[in-house]
Nanobody
Framework: QLQLVESGGGLVQAGDSLRVSCAASGRTFSISGMGWFRQAPGKEREFVAAINWSGASTYYADSVKGRFTISRDNAKNTVYLEMNSLKPEDTAVYYC???????????????WGQGTQVTVSS
């Protein structure tokens, strides 16, 4: 069982940077692939980025590739999403999720956080 708590969301301007964090509790964090998803108003939740259990492998949605970076610190049970060159279309609730397996993937997530709001003004 994993509990996930996101933090670090906020209101920024287009072109700014922001880092969101996800703190996990539970003994399986260090062997779980982790991911970030987002959901904008009126839209379905979409995959953003994923990282494997060790941090050696990452996977990004095309819409954020080159602007966002996912990382993790297993000693701190925390996964991060660094977001650069933010655009108004990045506005959404960002969710952290833990995969049932160790790989970086856009599917197979069993545990979810409550989300953190990121708003990008133009």
């Amino acid at each position: 069982q994993l509990q996930l708590v996101e933090s670090g969301g906020g209101l920024v301007q287009a072109g700014d940077s922001l880092r969101v964090s996800c703190a996990a509790s539970g003994r399986t964090f260090s062997i779980s692939g982790m991911g970030w998803f987002r959901q904008a108003p009126g839209k379905e939740r979409e995959f953003v980025a994923a990282i494997n259990w060790s941090g050696a492998s990452t996977y990004y949605a095309d819409s954020v590739k080159g602007r966002f970076t996912i990382s993790r610190d297993n000693a701190k049970n925390t996964v991060y999403l660094e977001m650069n060159s933010l655009k108004p279309e990045d506005t959404a609730v960002y969710y952290c999720a833990a995969n049932r397996g160790p790989m970086a993937s856009n599917r197979g997530y069993d545990y979810w956080g409550q989300g953190t709001q990121v708003t990008v003004s133009s």
